[in-house]
Protein backbone atom coordinates (compact mmCIF):
# COMPACT_ATOMS: atom_id res chain seq x y z
CA UNK A 1 0.00 0.00 0.00
CA UNK A 2 1.79 3.03 -1.47
CA UNK A 3 0.68 6.61 -1.54
CA UNK A 4 -0.86 8.79 1.31
CA UNK A 5 -3.65 7.12 3.84
CA UNK A 6 -7.16 8.27 3.45
CA UNK A 7 -8.00 6.87 7.40
CA UNK A 8 -6.23 5.94 10.41
CA UNK A 9 -6.34 2.38 10.14
CA UNK A 10 -4.68 2.56 6.48
CA UNK A 11 -1.98 4.36 7.80
CA UNK A 12 -1.63 2.13 11.11
CA UNK A 13 -1.54 -0.87 8.36
CA UNK A 14 1.28 0.90 6.38
CA UNK A 15 3.09 1.68 9.08
CA UNK A 16 2.95 -1.86 10.24
CA UNK A 17 4.22 -3.19 6.64
CA UNK A 18 7.11 -0.65 7.11
CA UNK A 19 8.23 -2.00 10.23
CA UNK A 20 7.89 -5.56 8.92
CA UNK A 21 10.40 -4.79 6.67
CA UNK A 22 12.74 -3.15 8.39
CA UNK A 23 13.05 -5.75 11.09
CA UNK A 24 13.26 -8.41 8.15
CA UNK A 25 16.01 -6.60 7.05
CA UNK A 26 17.60 -6.72 10.15
CA UNK A 27 17.79 -3.07 11.70
CA UNK A 28 17.88 -2.71 14.78
CA UNK A 29 16.48 0.63 16.00
CA UNK A 30 13.15 1.88 14.08
CA UNK A 31 10.90 4.23 14.92
CA UNK A 32 7.48 5.17 13.53
CA UNK A 33 5.82 8.45 13.71
CA UNK A 34 2.44 9.52 12.73
CA UNK A 35 2.51 12.91 13.53
CA UNK A 36 -1.17 13.59 13.21
CA UNK A 37 -2.61 16.24 15.77
CA UNK A 38 -4.44 15.13 18.71
CA UNK A 39 -3.95 11.84 17.57
CA UNK A 40 -4.37 9.27 20.60
CA UNK A 41 -1.49 6.35 20.92
CA UNK A 42 -3.10 4.67 23.15
CA UNK A 43 -5.49 2.57 20.65
CA UNK A 44 -2.48 3.08 17.85
CA UNK A 45 -0.20 0.89 19.85
CA UNK A 46 -3.22 -2.28 20.79
CA UNK A 47 -3.17 -1.78 16.61
CA UNK A 48 0.37 -1.92 16.12
CA UNK A 49 1.57 -4.88 18.96
CA UNK A 50 -0.04 -7.87 16.79
CA UNK A 51 2.74 -6.99 14.36
CA UNK A 52 5.37 -8.43 16.74
CA UNK A 53 3.37 -11.53 17.36
CA UNK A 54 2.74 -12.34 13.56
CA UNK A 55 6.75 -12.08 13.55
CA UNK A 56 6.80 -14.54 16.29
CA UNK A 57 8.94 -12.31 18.33
CA UNK A 58 8.99 -12.43 22.37
CA UNK A 59 8.78 -9.18 23.20
CA UNK A 60 7.93 -6.90 26.05
CA UNK A 61 6.20 -3.11 25.89
CA UNK A 62 7.54 -0.33 27.59
CA UNK A 63 5.12 2.76 28.93
CA UNK A 64 6.92 6.15 29.74
CA UNK A 65 5.08 5.58 33.27
CA UNK A 66 4.36 2.78 34.91
CA UNK A 67 0.56 4.43 35.45
CA UNK A 68 0.41 4.31 31.84
CA UNK A 69 1.52 0.79 32.00
CA UNK A 70 -1.19 -0.25 33.98
CA UNK A 71 -3.83 1.46 31.85
CA UNK A 72 -2.47 -0.40 28.90
CA UNK A 73 -3.02 -4.03 31.08
CA UNK A 74 -6.20 -2.86 32.42
CA UNK A 75 -8.08 -1.79 28.52
CA UNK A 76 -6.06 -4.50 26.96
CA UNK A 77 -7.49 -7.31 29.59
CA UNK A 78 -4.22 -8.36 30.67
CA UNK A 79 -2.27 -9.74 27.53
CA UNK A 80 0.03 -12.20 28.08
CA UNK A 81 3.42 -10.22 27.40
CA UNK A 82 4.81 -7.52 29.54
CA UNK A 83 3.57 -4.24 29.67
CA UNK A 84 5.95 -1.75 31.95
CA UNK A 85 6.71 1.28 32.92
CA UNK A 86 10.11 2.38 31.37
CA UNK A 87 11.64 3.36 34.67
CA UNK A 88 9.99 -0.20 36.39
CA UNK A 89 13.54 -1.74 36.97
CA UNK A 90 11.62 -5.54 36.46
CA UNK A 91 10.90 -4.38 33.13
CA UNK A 92 13.98 -5.07 31.82
CA UNK A 93 14.76 -7.46 28.99
CA UNK A 94 15.32 -11.07 29.39
CA UNK A 95 17.30 -13.23 27.41
CA UNK A 96 14.26 -14.63 25.58
CA UNK A 97 13.34 -11.41 24.86
CA UNK A 98 13.79 -10.70 20.78
CA UNK A 99 12.40 -7.20 20.74
CA UNK A 100 10.66 -4.35 22.86
CA UNK A 101 8.06 -1.62 21.54
CA UNK A 102 8.43 1.78 23.66
CA UNK A 103 5.15 3.56 23.40
CA UNK A 104 5.47 7.95 22.68
CA UNK A 105 8.72 8.21 24.92
CA UNK A 106 9.65 11.85 25.62
CA UNK A 107 13.14 13.28 25.83
CA UNK A 108 12.48 12.98 29.84
CA UNK A 109 13.02 9.56 28.97
CA UNK A 110 15.43 10.01 26.43
CA UNK A 111 18.46 8.44 28.68
CA UNK A 112 16.32 5.19 29.85
CA UNK A 113 15.34 5.21 25.74
CA UNK A 114 18.79 4.90 25.18
CA UNK A 115 20.42 2.86 28.28
CA UNK A 116 17.19 -0.02 27.40
CA UNK A 117 18.23 0.29 23.43
CA UNK A 118 21.81 -0.55 24.33
CA UNK A 119 20.83 -3.31 26.66
CA UNK A 120 18.46 -4.68 23.75
CA UNK A 121 21.99 -5.64 21.85
CA UNK A 122 20.88 -8.30 18.99
CA UNK A 123 16.78 -7.34 19.62
CA UNK A 124 14.70 -5.38 18.06
CA UNK A 125 13.65 -1.77 19.28
CA UNK A 126 10.80 -0.45 18.30
CA UNK A 127 9.56 3.36 19.34
CA UNK A 128 6.01 4.26 18.56
CA UNK A 129 5.32 8.39 18.09
CA UNK A 130 8.64 8.85 20.28
CA UNK A 131 9.23 12.63 20.90
CA UNK A 132 13.07 12.51 21.88
CA UNK A 133 13.99 15.85 20.69
CA UNK A 134 12.18 18.49 23.33
CA UNK A 135 14.78 21.55 23.07
CA UNK A 136 13.58 22.70 26.34
CA UNK A 137 14.28 19.20 27.81
CA UNK A 138 17.75 18.32 25.77
CA UNK A 139 18.77 21.74 24.96
CA UNK A 140 21.10 23.16 22.72
CA UNK A 141 24.54 23.02 21.52
CA UNK A 142 27.38 20.68 22.15
CA UNK A 143 25.16 18.16 24.41
CA UNK A 144 22.42 17.89 22.12
CA UNK A 145 24.67 17.33 19.58
CA UNK A 146 26.20 14.64 21.34
CA UNK A 147 22.98 13.26 21.87
CA UNK A 148 22.05 13.18 18.25
CA UNK A 149 25.78 11.77 17.33
CA UNK A 150 25.33 9.28 20.16
CA UNK A 151 22.20 7.68 19.83
CA UNK A 152 19.58 9.40 17.96
CA UNK A 153 21.34 9.02 14.97
CA UNK A 154 21.15 5.12 15.18
CA UNK A 155 17.67 5.20 15.08
CA UNK A 156 15.88 4.54 11.41
CA UNK A 157 12.60 5.69 10.77
CA UNK A 158 10.39 3.39 9.32
CA UNK A 159 7.36 5.21 9.33
CA UNK A 160 6.67 9.28 8.98
CA UNK A 161 3.35 10.66 8.17
CA UNK A 162 3.00 14.25 8.90
CA UNK A 163 0.37 16.50 6.97
CA UNK A 164 0.97 19.89 6.89
CA UNK A 165 -0.44 22.73 5.10
CA UNK A 166 -1.03 21.79 1.40
CA UNK A 167 0.66 18.70 1.76
CA UNK A 168 1.78 15.99 3.06
CA UNK A 169 5.65 14.64 3.98
CA UNK A 170 5.73 10.30 4.22
CA UNK A 171 7.88 7.59 4.56
CA UNK A 172 7.35 4.01 4.26
CA UNK A 173 10.73 2.09 4.48
CA UNK A 174 12.77 1.10 2.81
CA UNK A 175 11.08 3.65 0.17
CA UNK A 176 12.45 7.33 0.07
CA UNK A 177 10.89 10.66 1.71
CA UNK A 178 8.12 11.85 -0.53
CA UNK A 179 5.90 15.05 -0.11
CA UNK A 180 2.57 14.67 -1.80
CA UNK A 181 0.92 18.11 -2.74
CA UNK A 182 -2.91 18.55 -2.25
CA UNK A 183 -4.81 18.96 -5.38
CA UNK A 184 -7.98 20.72 -6.36
CA UNK A 185 -9.59 18.05 -6.49
CA UNK A 186 -8.73 16.45 -3.26
CA UNK A 187 -6.13 13.69 -4.30
CA UNK A 188 -2.72 14.03 -3.72
CA UNK A 189 0.73 14.25 -6.28
CA UNK A 190 3.95 13.21 -5.97
CA UNK A 191 6.21 16.18 -5.66
CA UNK A 192 9.34 14.85 -4.86
CA UNK A 193 11.75 12.59 -3.06
CA UNK A 194 14.93 12.57 -0.82
CA UNK A 195 16.89 9.98 0.65
CA UNK A 196 16.96 11.20 4.40
CA UNK A 197 13.88 13.68 6.10
CA UNK A 198 13.95 17.20 4.00
CA UNK A 199 14.22 19.95 5.72
CA UNK A 200 11.17 22.89 6.36
CA UNK A 201 12.89 24.62 3.44
CA UNK A 202 13.44 21.63 0.96
CA UNK A 203 9.56 21.29 0.91
CA UNK A 204 9.04 24.82 0.43
CA UNK A 205 11.29 24.94 -2.43
CA UNK A 206 9.43 22.27 -3.62
CA UNK A 207 5.89 24.06 -3.53
CA UNK A 208 8.05 26.73 -5.09
CA UNK A 209 9.26 25.27 -8.36
CA UNK A 210 5.44 23.44 -8.59
CA UNK A 211 4.46 27.22 -8.18
CA UNK A 212 6.92 28.07 -11.32
CA UNK A 213 5.47 25.00 -13.70
CA UNK A 214 1.60 26.01 -12.83
CA UNK A 215 2.42 29.54 -14.06
CA UNK A 216 3.51 28.27 -17.71
CA UNK A 217 1.35 25.75 -17.79
CA UNK A 218 -2.50 26.57 -17.91
CA UNK A 219 -3.59 23.04 -17.88
CA UNK A 220 -2.17 22.43 -14.36
CA UNK A 221 -4.97 22.93 -11.66
CA UNK A 222 -5.02 24.96 -8.77
CA UNK A 223 -3.56 23.61 -5.39
CA UNK A 224 -5.41 24.08 -2.29
CA UNK A 225 -4.08 25.44 0.69
CA UNK A 226 -5.81 23.85 3.44
CA UNK A 227 -7.65 20.84 3.71
CA UNK A 228 -6.63 17.08 2.85
CA UNK A 229 -5.59 14.79 5.00
CA UNK A 230 -6.45 16.87 7.57
CA UNK A 231 -10.19 16.45 6.26
CA UNK A 232 -9.79 12.96 5.12
CA UNK A 233 -8.82 12.00 8.73
CA UNK A 234 -10.61 14.45 10.54
CA UNK A 235 -13.69 11.96 11.62
CA UNK A 236 -10.61 8.81 12.69
CA UNK A 237 -8.59 11.97 14.59
CA UNK A 238 -12.05 12.58 16.49
CA UNK A 239 -13.26 8.79 17.09
CA UNK A 240 -9.80 8.17 18.48
CA UNK A 241 -9.30 11.55 20.87
CA UNK A 242 -13.26 10.89 22.26
Known amino acids: MTGVPRSIEAAVDQAKEATRAAIQAGLPRIVVNLNIPEL ?24 PDAGA ?27 DDEACLIIEPSAVEVNEVEALCNEATGKYVVMLNPKLEDIAVVGIGYAARQLRDRFLS ?41 PTKPSEEAIANLFADDSDSD ?28
Not at 69 to 94: M, Q, T, V, Y
Open 69 to 95: AALARRDWDNPDFSIRGINEIKGRLEP
Open 40 to 63: KVMPIAEQFYPLLNELELPFKMYF
Open 215 to 242: DNSSSSPPRPKKGGLFTELGQFIRALTQ
Open 154 to 194: TLETAYYLQPLTGATLLRIYPGPWQVWGETADDDYELLGEF
